[in-house]
């Protein structure tokens, strides 16, 4: 079998010793807050990150470009490795298309090496839970292009179910209107969305109250599941610093479903500075999304 590594973006929101300790290659998108440009040499501890958002600063997100994937893709392919890599959403962000035309001009350059890359049509765990199953097939002893095939024909069946703590996050990324946030504000409303099938943010329902929004979340799993309910042993969770609530809506899936695999991480700088501090998010494989 042709010796090969999995790659994907920083967007995946996988624990940092995730890649180290796989071996999975992460190219990084870059955020700028306050004047100041970060990088992933110099990203402000997460809890910071939000600290910061709570109290008014306003970050902006800049994608991957092609020489940007470029430096994290040619080295593989220099070490006689192939490449898979797992995109962020082509719906939210530009990054997938940067790595196709950086995969294109290497593809060129080392004809005997092979790069796929994939549009996971997916974002935080949603897309790092991707990464975590493709990964798993790779070390059960896959070759590339059969890990390939699973991801393109089980992203579709990544459901992303989330809510926001602040609808004004969601205003300043165009996501809902000025007057949704507002009222939403003044009324306690919290949206309920989810990532749809072509990898963008789409409204699901609203309800009054944080507890309800959490909850609903479980409900919802409960609806989207479906054939996938027995073997439903893994489920991913991520969280805009607020651990403790992550925990609360963890506990409520372990008492309707064996979970066995279970990763809550931080929703990365990146994502929560469109979605901000108290995002919750909640991923499994379902029959759709």
Request: aromatic share 8%; hydrophobic share 35%; charged share 25%.
């Amino acid at each position: 079998m042709r010796e090969y590594v999995i790659t994907t973006d920083n967007n995946s929101d996988l624990p940092e010793n995730y890649y180290r300790e796989h071996d999975v290659g992460c190219m990084y998108l870059s955020y700028a807050m306050d004047g100041k440009n970060y990088t992933h040499e110099n990203f402000l501890p997460v809890h910071e990150f939000y600290d910061a958002m709570r109290h008014g600063s306003m970050p902006t997100t800049a994608q991957v470009n092609p020489e940007n994937a470029r430096c994290v893709l040619e080295p593989y392919l220099k070490a006689g490795k192939d490449i898979l890599h797992i995109a962020f959403s082509s719906g939210l962000s530009g990054t997938y298309n940067s790595v196709r035309i950086a995969a294109k001009e290497l593809e060129d350059e080392y004809p005997q090496r092979k790069i796929i890359v994939i549009d996971s049509l997916s974002a935080s765990l949603g897309q790092g839970m991707l990464v975590y199953m493709a990964q798993q097939k790779k070390e059960q002893g896959q070759d590339m292009e059969a890990v390939a095939e699973w991801v393109e024909k089980n992203k579709l069946h990544m459901v992303h179910l989330f809510t926001v703590d602040d609808l004004n996050h969601l205003y300043r990324g165009g996501r809902v209107s000025k007057t949704t946030a507002v009222v939403g504000s003044v009324l306690n409303i919290k949206p309920v969305l989810h990532v749809d099938n072509n990898g963008k943010l789409i409204p699901l329902g609203k309800v009054r109250g944080r507890k309800k929004s959490l909850l609903d979340l479980v409900k919802l799993m409960d609806d989207k599941i479906g054939s996938f309910h027995d073997t439903c042993d893994t489920v991913f969770i991520s969280h805009g610093d607020c651990e403790e609530e992550a925990q609360y809506v963890a506990e409520k899936v372990r008492e309707k479903y064996n979970v066995k695999t279970m990763i809550i991480n931080q929703v990365g700088a990146v994502i929560g500075a469109h979605s901000g501090p108290g995002t919750m998010a909640l991923f499994f494989l379902g029959d759709e999304r």
